[in-house]
Antibody, heavy 122, light 113 residues
Framework: EVQLVESGGGLVQPGRSLRLSCAASGFTFDDYAMHWVRQAPGKGLEWVSGISWNSGSIGYADSVKGRFTISRDNAKNSLYLQMNSLRAEDTALYYC???????????????WGQGTMVTVSS | DIVMTQTPLSLSVTPGQPASISCKSSQSLLHSDGKTYLYWYLQKPGQPPQLLIYEVSNRFSGVPDRFSGSGSGTDFTLKISRVEAEDVGVYYCMQSIQLPLFTFGPGTKVDIK
């Protein structure tokens, strides 16, 4: 069964850091690009960041550029999101999503995890 | 950046009746490779989004044939031929032709009358 399981969310103070992880199973992880998409409470979907199959191509939303870093470990079938300098507006459910292609762009998110909640508050 | 708009933002449908959602992009989603990179997702209550349609009109694996997508350039439509109770949720269109953003539409909430 194809599965994505996120972890690492929680309550964090503004300005602090958090690292999210996504464990993939049921497919050949290093054949596909991977992404993070977030959803603030009661709001719509916002793409956060994506990484190509070999980490050669990476992209970020303007709202997180310079603060968040995406990475992957193909040997561990895992995706990560290092979030620094967190702000209240980063509060959201963070989804890990599998691309249907190896490259970053021109792709769909065909498998989604259940998400991990990040709350930034003092 | 490409801006995606959807109409209507909410829709109440009688079971068995059709439904239609419009999505418009601020720039053409037609790539030089001839494909158009417009997608539709459904987020059922309490669940992550699920892919319904890719590249305008292709149903993803397992998606019922009552769902269909159409359109070109900047104007797109998702149609449900006969709405069922399990189709309730929020429908999002998304473009993936241009960085720095994969852009989602604001969502259309569909419920049953």
């Amino acid at each position: 069964e194809v599965q994505l399981v996120e972890s690492g969310g929680g309550l964090v103070q503004p300005g602090r850091s958090l690292r999210l992880s996504c464990a993939a199973s049921g497919f050949t992880f290093d054949d596909y690009a991977m992404h993070w998409v977030r959803q603030a409470p009661g709001k719509g979907l916002e793409w956060v960041s994506g990484i190509s199959w070999n980490s050669g191509s990476i992209g970020y939303a303007d709202s997180v550029k310079g603060r968040f870093t995406i990475s992957r470990d193909n040997a561990k079938n895992s995706l990560y999101l290092q979030m620094n300098s967190l702000r209240a507006e980063d509060t959201a459910l963070y989804y890990c999503a599998k691309s249907n292609r190896w490259e970053l762009l021109r792709a769909a998110f065909d498998i989604w995890g259940q998400g991990t909640m990040v709350t930034v508050s003092s | 950046d490409i801006v995606m708009t959807q109409t209507p933002l909410s829709l109440s449908v009688t079971p068995g009746q059709p439904a239609s959602i419009s999505c418009k992009s601020s720039q053409s989603l037609l790539h030089s490779d001839g494909k158009t990179y417009l997608y539709w997702y459904l987020q059922k209550p309490g669940q992550p989004p699920q892919l319904l349609i890719y590249e305008v009109s292709n149903r993803f694996s397992g998606v019922p044939d009552r769902f269909s997508g159409s359109g070109s350039g900047t104007d797109f439509t998702l149609k449900i031929s006969r709405v069922e109770a399990e189709d309730v949720g929020v429908y999002y269109c998304m473009q993936s032709i241009q960085l720095p953003l994969f852009t989602f539409g604001p969502g259309t909430k569909v419920d049953i009358k």
